[in-house]
């Protein structure tokens, strides 16, 4: 079946540090790819997505690449501030279906 | 602003108790709405999808008669936890897919979550 991988957390960071956050993903066919991110005590936010090989999601500097060679999905921030300190999930869609599957969730905490 | 909306937000009850939580779609009809369980440290699992006017659809391993989804409306579907007990305590999401939207804009709209607390 379907399955997304994603680094285990905790990753903590001082503010201004380069963040990666790994996701690959196993699937048969081309789904959509998307980053989703969970603030502390909240619901999860759609943070970017991706529909296609070769596509670039970005916002909120953050940004991540559909790869298709290599099934991945990797998060990436040049600079993070603490207000980014979060768990972000990474998460496959096929069009058709209404079923998302998560990664596992990564827990980024940006210290000052 | 919010287009899912989840109530209450944070339960905390005596075992035995049953608990009905509930979710809303506020900017449209949704026929569909998931319900998703996550535990500590864990992903989200989806537990049922909901439908307008039929059964809930139940993921492998979730109890039907544990966690009752009633989807009476185009804009409601509730939960309710019966007979709850302390494994029962998790952290209680769901979503909705607004049908005028593509799937890959925007899968789903999720609501902020319920944490769930049982003594």
């Known amino acids: 079946g379907d399955s997304v991988t994603q680094m285990e957390g905790p990753v903590t960071l001082s503010e201004e540090a380069c963040l990666t956050i790994n996701c690959t993903y196993t699937a048969t066919g081309y789904p959509s790819l998307f980053w989703y991110v969970q603030y502390p005590g909240e619901g999860l936010q759609l943070l970017l997505k991706?529909?296609?090989?070769?596509d670039k999601g970005s916002n909120k500097g953050f940004e991540a690449t559909y790869r298709k060679e290599t099934t991945s999905f990797h998060l990436e921030k040049g600079s993070v501030q603490v207000s980014d300190s979060a768990v972000y999930f990474c998460a496959l869609l096929f069009g058709g279906y209404q079923k998302v599957t998560f990664g596992i969730g990564t827990k980024l905490q940006v210290i000052p | 602003g919010a287009v899912v909306s989840q109530h209450p937000s944070r339960v905390i009850c005596k075992s035995g108790t049953s608990v009905k939580i509930e979710c809303r779609s506020l900017?449209?009809?949704?026929?569909?709405m998931f319900w998703y369980r996550q535990f500590p440290k864990q992903s989200l699992m989806l537990m049922a999808t909901?439908?307008?006017?039929?059964?809930?659809?139940?993921e492998q391993g979730v109890e039907k008669d544990k966690f009752l989804i009633n989807h009476a409306s185009l804009t409601l579907s509730t939960l309710t936890v019966t007979s709850a007990h302390p494994e029962d305590s998790s952290f209680y999401i769901c979503?909705?897919?607004?049908?005028?939207?593509?799937?890959?804009?925007?899968?789903?709209?999720f609501g902020d979550g319920t944490r769930l607390s049982i003594l």
């Open positions: 991706a529909t296609k090989a070769d």
């Open positions: 909901s439908n307008e006017g039929s059964k809930a659809t139940y």
């Open positions: 979503s909705a897919r607004d049908p005028n939207r593509g799937l890959g804009n925007q899968p789903q709209h």
């Open positions: 900017d449209f009809q949704a026929t569909t």
